[in-house]
Nanobody
Framework: QEQLVESGGGSVQAGESLRLSCVAS????????MGWFRQGPGKSREGVAR???????NYAESVKGRFTVSKDNAKNILYLQMNNLTPEDTAVYYC?????????????????????WGQGTQVTVSS
């Protein structure tokens, strides 16, 4: 049984927007943090946005001011609103979660050690 399932990816033009969704099982939802990660062509995986249990958020510098992470606790859904997309945002986007505070805080840059992962959704931005 998959614990996290992403959707919402697609192909857009630069400057357009997309909203990604991640539906979580109760097991994957009841964690310390949930985050969005991405891996572009020929690039390492990187943390994009994270939201912790208390609602606090963290963003990669490259997406600050353009991306917004949020969650619907009633529906167990994590969102990533992506505005003003650029070709550099082209990647497979993954949602992930982990129950350990130290993993969430220390491993957000690469997602190393996060326990639950979705299968990913492709985002392609053309110029």
């Amino acid at each position: 049984q998959e614990q996290l399932v992403e959707s919402g990816g697609g192909s857009v033009q630069a400057g357009e927007s997309l909203r990604l969704s991640c539906v979580a099982s109760p097991y994957a939802w009841g964690t310390y943090c949930m985050g969005w990660f991405r891996q572009g062509p020929g690039k390492s995986r990187e943390g994009v946005a994270r939201i912790d249990r208390d609602g606090s958020t963290n963003y990669a510098e490259s997406v600050k001011g353009r991306f917004t992470v949020s969650k619907d606790n009633a529906k167990n859904i994590l969102y990533l609103q992506m505005n003003n997309l650029t070709p550099e945002d082209t990647a497979v986007y993954y949602c992930a979660s982990d129950a350990r505070e130290y993993v969430c805080r220390d491993s957000f840059d690469r997602g190393t050690g996060f326990r639950f992962w979705g299968q990913g959704t492709q985002v392609t931005v053309s110029s």
